[in-house]
């Protein structure tokens, strides 16, 4: 099974709220940290980094869409 990322998030509690919603639609994510993060264990250390949210192949799609931002509502013209 191929996982595809669908969120980028700067902390593991941002990246963790994505997955609840996506659990809550019944979908499957799984948090992991950035591996391609520049920052991770620069001069030996542990740097936080940032997290993804990845899911099943066939998820992604339905995936992206729960996480989009919703959509303003148009102000009156005057």
């Known amino acids: 099974m ?3 990322v669908v969120h980028f998030a700067q902390n ?3 990246a963790q709220t ?7 639609n019944r979908l499957h994510p799984r948090v992991s940290r ?5 920052m991770l264990g620069v001069a030996g250390g542990i740097s936080m980094g940032r997290f993804v949210v990845l ?3 066939g998820e992604a799609r339905i995936a992206r869409e729960i996480l989009q931002p919703p959509k303003g509502r148009r102000r009156a013209r005057r």
């Open 12 to 14: 593991e509690l941002d």
């Open 18 to 24: 994505a997955a609840g919603a996506l659990r809550a």
């Open 55 to 57: 899911v099943p192949d």
């Open 34 to 38: 950035d591996s391609t993060d520049a």
């Open 2 to 4: 191929s996982e595809v």
